[in-house]
């Protein structure tokens, strides 16, 4: 069954940092994109970034270029995304996801909440 | 970038009823169509992708068409496990691009 779990959501003010991670397990995971999708409270689903099954392409959405970055580590079975510079804005749930295909998440996380806010 | 737009933003339905949203897309995208359910506080769960292809585990009572621009999610029996809200996305090309959502609720 595959499961995928993030952490690293919390409180951060304006202008600071924090780095989300997602465990996974049920799949092998080097042979799938993954993709980090948010949605702010009450809001829709917005896709945020992904990342090609070596690491070796990326793509984000062009509010989080520049302040973003995804990376992973097939080792670990592990994704990340580190988010520098945090505005207001970016509050959201964030989920990490498998994708069947580039720009497709299929398998979702439960999500990991991040707060900006002074 | 393409927009998706669905249509209605939000309604309300009986249990029973037969149920249809509609998803356009701003340009073509062939069949690269994918619908999801989310209920409150839940991850979005995958129903249909490639446009009409039902997700396994996935009740027959859901089911999806069209291609190009135009696309339909069909619910031919509501249950009262499907109030839910609804998000058609497009996976043909960078950005990935979800609709707004269709909130599904009890009449």
């Known amino acids: 069954e595959v499961q995928l779990v993030e952490s690293g959501g919390g409180l951060v003010q304006p202008g600071g940092s924090l780095r989300l991670s997602c465990a996974a397990s049920g799949f092998t995971f080097s042979s799938y994109w993954m993709s980090w999708v948010r949605q702010a409270p009450g809001k829709g689903l917005e896709w945020v970034a992904n990342?090609?099954?070596?690491?070796?392409?990326?793509y984000y959405v062009d509010s989080v270029k520049g302040r973003f970055t995804i990376s992973r580590d097939n080792a670990k079975n592990s994704l990340y995304l580190q988010m520098n510079s945090l505005r207001a804005e970016d509050t959201a749930v964030y989920y990490c996801?498998?994708?069947?295909?580039?720009?497709?998440?299929?398998?979702w996380g439960q999500g990991t909440l991040v707060t900006v806010s002074s | 970038a393409i927009r998706m737009t669905q249509s209605p933003s939000s309604f309300s339905a009986s249990t029973g009823d037969r149920v249809t949203i509609t998803c356009r897309a701003s340009q073509g995208i062939s069949s690269y169509l994918a619908w999801y359910q989310q209920k409150p506080g839940k991850a979005p769960k995958l129903l249909i992708y490639?446009?009409?292809t039902l997700q396994s585990g996935v009740p027959s009572r859901f089911s999806g068409s069209g291609s190009g621009t135009d696309f339909t999610l069909t619910i031919s029996c509501l249950q009262s496990e499907d109030f839910a809200t609804y998000y058609c996305?497009?996976?043909?090309?960078?950005?990935?691009?979800f609709g707004q959502g269709t909130k599904v609720e009890i009449k």
């Open positions: 996801a498998r994708d069947w295909t580039i720009y497709f998440p299929a398998n």
């Open positions: 990342i090609k099954q070596d690491g070796s392409e990326k």
């Open positions: 996305q497009q996976y043909y090309s960078y950005p990935p691009a």
């Open positions: 490639a446009a009409s």
